[in-house]
């Protein structure tokens, strides 16, 4: 198992958990994005998600050099799945342990914002009546109401 990592099939969420664990870490923080069916008032029938995946790995493995930086003690995975998801599937998997929990919550934090913001993955959103590619500031101007 690659601690960064981009995959086309069901993230297993308890090797990451396993990856992150040792003696040291009094705490393990696991965040998962998963498929909502609402965003918004619009029914999202499936998301389809790409990556250009040797720069998603380095990226996410960046974001992981800047979390041991800034929160000293913290051992992360990262992985995010590509193709079509459905519903409740798990995009993405976020595990942070830390000696304490509090670095461990701010570190998990901050690695979901950071991909947002570094990662190059696009997300196409398809509802009952359209799709759409949607990046992280994109606009619904027929609903009047940003994405975030």
Known sequence: MKPFEIVDT??????????VLHPSAGAVVVFTG?????THGVKTLYLS??????????KMAEIGAEMEAKWPGVRV????????LQISDIAVVIAVSSPH??????????????IKEVVPIWK???WEDGEEWIGAQK???EKGVEQK
């Open 124 to 126: 196409k959103e398809i």
């Open 10 to 19: 069901p993230i297993e969420v308890q090797k990451y958990m396993d990856y």
């Open 101 to 114: 929990r509090k670095a461990a919550y701010e570190a998990n934090e901050y690695a979901i914002d950071r």
């Open 77 to 84: 995975a990262i992985a995010h799945r590509i193709g079509e």
């Open 34 to 38: 998963n498929v909502r069916e609402w």
């Open 139 to 141: 606009k619904y101007p």
């Open 49 to 58: 998600y790409e990556a250009y995946v040797p720069m998603a790995e380095k």
